[in-house]
C-alpha cells in the first residue's frame, strides 16, 4: 500500500464526509415525515436545508485546495441510516417514536461532529485557512442541530414517552395525585427499605468498583 500524506488523508476525508452528507439529504425528509411533533419535523426540514448548503460548503472547500468535488461511499454513515431505517419501522406510539427519530439523528450529527472536528484541525494544522473556516461554519450548524434535537427531547417528548411507558403503573417516584390510604403506608415501607438498602449497599459497591479499578 503506497504511503498517503496527511494531506491525502485530508482530501480522502473530505469526500467521505461529502458522500455521509449527500446520503443524509436522502434520509432526512424520511425522518421528517415520521414526526409527529411539529417542532420537531420543522427541525428536521431545517436542517435538510442546512445540509444542502453544507454540501455546497464543502463544494468550495474542494475548490480552494484545487480539488473536484468527489464523493466516496461513506460506510459509516450508512451503517447510522440503515439502524434508522430499523427504528422507523418500530412499532411504536407518536412519542415514542418522536424519541426514537431524535436518538437515530443525533447519532448522525455527532458522527458529523466527529468527522468536521477533524477536518477543521488538519485543515488548519496544514495552513489550509480558508478551508478551515468553511468546514468550521458546518461544525457550527451541526452542533447547534445536536443541541435544538436535545431540547425537542428534553423539552417533553422524553417525558411523553416515558409516561406512556409507565403509565399506571407503581412507581414509587410518580406520587399520585390522592393516595390512598394503603398505598400511602405501601409507599413508605418501600421508600424506607430502597433506603435502607442504598446506605447498606452504597458503601461496599463503591469498594467492588474500587478493587476492580486495580
Ligand atoms: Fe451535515
Known sequence: MAQGSLHDMFIDELRDTYDAEKQLTKALPKLAKAATSTDLRA????????????????AQ?????????????CDGMAGIIEE??????????EATMDALLIASAQRAEHY?????????????AMGHTEAAQLLQETLDEEKATDEKLTTLAEGGINQEA????????????DEPMAPTPARRKQTGAAAK?????????????K????ARKR
Open 162 to 173: 416515558a409516561d406512556l411507558a409507565h403509565g399506571g403503573d407503581q412507581d414509587e417516584d
Open 61 to 73: 472547500v474542494f475548490e480552494s485546495l484545487g480539488e473536484k468535488p468527489r464523493g466516496k461511499h
Open 193 to 205: 427499605a430502597t433506603a435502607r438498602s442504598a446506605s447498606s449497599r452504597g458503601p461496599a459497591r
Open 43 to 58: 427541525a428536521f426540514e431545517q436542517h435538510l436545508q442546512e445540509t444542502r448548503a453544507q454540501i455546497e460548503r464543502l
Open 112 to 124: 458529523e461532529m466527529a468527522a468536521y472536528g477533524t477536518l477543521v484541525s488538519w485543515a488548519t
Open 84 to 93: 434508522g431505517k430499523s427504528a422507523l419501522e418500530e412499532d411504536a406510539d
Open 207 to 210: 469498594a467492588t468498583t474500587g
